[in-house]
């Protein structure tokens, strides 16, 4: 099984160990992981500022990137959901074989290789941020507002882990307010909204918050180390490839 | 009047920040509620789409349900008005009113009417318009616009009213008992429905089948003003109708679930006629519905039964209030229904949004209301509704992005700038993100260079 490894621009810059995590996890789990050195970018940041049209650069690219692998697996749901929702291409066929393939890590780790077991360990206590697209957009897990059966792909994986202790906010899926764009052109109500999340998880004196999606947890963090706060974020692929004993 | 951008008004709002912490707790106060009552109805998922496909259904033959709704409604002896929009609305009223020399008129919640702006314009020409809604009372005595469609007040304090009570009322000063105000406003309300001459309603449900309609209270202050007056004026979007009697059985069922968390509103009250002597009008309003019809993309915007369960889940709604949104109908729905009607003035409201998707869960007629708002974004910048320097800071992202090399060299300077000079990111008023955040720790390495460093290159 050969699997395009979509490492977003931005973890690529300023979260190399998230893809790291990423691809370790993928090799132990018996993947053929390639990484097509010419990706960039999934467009998101332009389409949801309304600038769609710009993105096309980027459609283009990440076609030419990823076409010829089985499936292809990134850490975000964010990105991955833009890909499925909106990759666009002159030659059909490859997009859409493209957005029927991609999956986000916890999703592929779930769903296409049936993980049951890992050998991991993390003996800290986590509270678990749901991640709007990865949840409302993949459904990744079940959601507060539906009237549905209870699941969550992240969480299946996460009890998995040693020593892991997880807790959830006492509003199991508010969105944390980064938003893309939006946490600079809506500064002050994305900020709150990221207190008011860090809030609900340092009542339950959690040492790290965790998430399938780092740009909300690159949100949370910086909150946290304006606040002074004790409290890390860890993106669930680290978690998931720990060893720490 | 010169409008506040939501942004900018969103932040002032938040500088109270434990009066937002309140009004955030409030509203999701309200969604836990709807939560717990949607969980008592077990095909509730199925009700929403039924009620989805119902109001699909009615859309695409919305001409044909709105005449035989007419001839149904002229038949019962009701007088059937049509506006194209909010001007022809409010002068057919104003008509009605003079030709019938009234003076004092009661009005019970209808958003319609925010939305044609019905009240300034009976004021400015003499007619005295109570509202009769306890929420939008006390909003009408403080000159505000509602800040919810179904909680019109709830920006405000109990200790807010007391002093806006004792101001318009003559109550005690001070005096923050809700038992001790609410008896002050139903006091002061039954003496207007007596005095009224002519009661105006809003519309829930319009049946095309039986030329009668349904409206929804909490309060009875509907039904307390059409039966005391003479006249009653029902005021509706054309969007209200519904094809048969039996399809009230889905849409009532979702409406009080979905808005407070009630089996079902205290009052859902059915006016099929006239009562002996009685004038009775309908007036069924486009104002800009027709535009939104023939919008592909937005069209089923207009299956919205106003439940405003939207508003309750809204994070972003709920820290940032609802005058903050600038128009009549304010949160998520109002942020795709009103650049319809006005893309220019409401080019930031589909903005106002992290398009967590929280709305199009909730929504009871399953609009998918975040869907909308992306879509929306795009057609505002395409119309030009965009300040420059963001469109010039897009199209260079989307340059370099699209250059894998350019892209690579630009991380790296970016990081690189990061480490050695990271003043120049640490300016509060330049860069909103480091406003009340740090910047990210910028890596030596990106993951590229350690994939290729780490010879994973076979």
């Not at chain 1, 897990?141 to 202790?165: D, H, I």
């Not at chain 2, 109270?16 to 939560?35: A, Q, Y």
């Not at chain 2, 939305?115 to 306890?134: A, S, Y």
């Not at chain 2, 128009?327 to 220019?344: E, H, Q, R, Y």
Request: hydrophobic content about 40%.
């Amino acid at each position: 099984m050969k699997v395009g490894l979509f490492i977003p621009c931005y973890i690529d810059q300023f979260y190399p160990a998230v893809a790291i995590a990423t691809l370790e996890l993928l090799e132990k789990a018996g993947c053929e992981v390639v990484f097509p050195l010419d990706q960039t970018c999934c467009g998101q940041p332009m389409a949801n500022s309304g600038f769609a049209s710009y993105s096309k650069g980027c459609d283009k690219n990440f076609i030419q990137n990823f076409s010829g692998v089985d499936y292809i697996v990134a850490p975000s749901g964010s990105c991955v959901l833009h890909i499925k929702e909106h990759l666009q291409d002159k030659d059909e066929v490859k997009a859409t074989y493209i957005k029927r393939h991609i999956y986000e890590l916890t999703e592929f780790l779930v769903d296409v290789l049936k993980i049951e077991k890992l050998t991991s360990s993390f003996p800290f206590k986590v509270g678990l941020h749901v991640a709007c697209h990865g949840q409302r957009g993949l459904h990744l897990s079940s959601m507060s507002e539906l009237m549905e059966p209870s699941f969550s792909k992240p969480e299946k994986l996460l009890a998995m882990v040693n020593g892991l202790q997880l807790t959830k906010p006492k509003r199991s899926d508010e969105c944390c307010g980064f938003g893309g764009t939006f946490c600079v052109f809506e500064e002050a109500v994305s900020v709150k909204m990221g207190k008011d999340r860090i809030e609900e998880h340092t009542a339950n004196e959690v040492e790290y918050i965790t998430a399938a999606d780092t740009s909300c947890l690159m949100h949370l963090e910086a909150i946290l180390k304006r606040q002074g706060s004790n409290v890390k974020t860890i993106h669930i692929a680290e978690i998931l490839n720990s060893s720490i004993a | 009047m010169k409008i506040i951008p939501h942004a900018k008004a969103a932040a002032a709002f938040i500088k109270d920040e434990p009066r937002t912490d309140w009004h955030d707790e409030t509203l999701w106060f309200v969604r836990e509620k709807r939560d717990k009552a949607a969980h008592g109805v077990a095909e509730w998922e199925l009700l929403r789409e039924w009620a989805s496909q119902i109001k699909n259904h009615t859309l695409s033959n919305i001409d044909n349900y709105l005449i035989e709704f007419e001839q149904k409604a002229v038949a019962n002896g009701i007088t059937v008005h049509w506006a194209a929009n909010g001007e022809e609305h409010n002068h057919i009223i104003f008509d009605i009113i003079r030709r019938n020399g009234i003076k004092k008129i009661v009005k019970s919640k209808s958003m319609l009417t925010e939305e044609c702006h019905l009240n300034e314009f009976l004021q400015e020409n003499g007619i005295e318009i109570v509202d009769t809604d306890l929420g939008e009372r006390i909003v009408q005595f403080r000159k505000e616009a509602p800040s919810h469609i179904v909680l019109p007040a709830i920006h405000l304090k109990k200790q807010d009213v007391s002093e806006t009570f004792h101001q318009h009322l003559g109550t005690e000063k001070g005096n923050n008992d809700p038992q001790y105000l609410t008896e002050a406003a139903r006091q002061h309300l039954r003496s207007k429905f007596i005095e009224s001459e002519l009661a105006i309603t809003g519309v829930n449900f319009a049946i095309a089948e039986t030329g009668g309609f349904v409206v929804c209270t909490n309060e009875g202050n509907a039904d307390m003003g059409a039966h005391s007056a003479a006249i009653h004026i029902a005021c509706m979007g054309f969007e209200k109708i519904i094809p048969q009697a039996e399809h009230l059985a889905v849409f009532l069922r979702l409406l009080a679930r979905s808005a407070t968390g009630q089996p079902i509103t205290t009052y859902s009250s059915h006016f099929q006629k006239p009562r002996k002597g009685q004038q009775m009008h309908m007036v069924i309003v486009d104002n800009g519905r027709t535009k939104q019809l023939g919008r592909a993309d937005f069209r089923n915007s207009l299956k919205c039964i106003r439940c405003a369960a939207c508003f309750n889940t809204c994070p972003v709604y709920r820290r940032s209030g609802g005058h903050s949104y600038h128009t009549a109908v304010s949160g998520p729905i109002g942020s795709i229904l009103n650049p319809n009607l006005d893309m220019k003035a409401n080019a930031d409201l589909p903005f106002a949004s992290s398009l967590c998707g929280s709305c199009s869960n909730v929504c009871p007629v399953k609009i998918d209301i975040h869907e909308q708002l992306w879509k929306w974004r795009q057609l505002i910048t395409a119309e030009g509704y965009v300040s420059t320097g963001k469109k010039i800071g897009m199209k260079g992202m989307a340059f370099v992005l699209a250059r894998p090399a350019l892209y690579r060299f630009s991380g790296r300077m970016a990081r690189w700038f990061m480490r050695v000079v990271p003043f120049l990111f640490k300016s509060k008023k330049l860069n909103p993100w480091y406003r009340q955040r740090e910047m990210p720790q910028p890596p030596k390495q990106s993951f590229r260079d350690w994939y290729k460093n780490n010879n994973k290159l076979k």
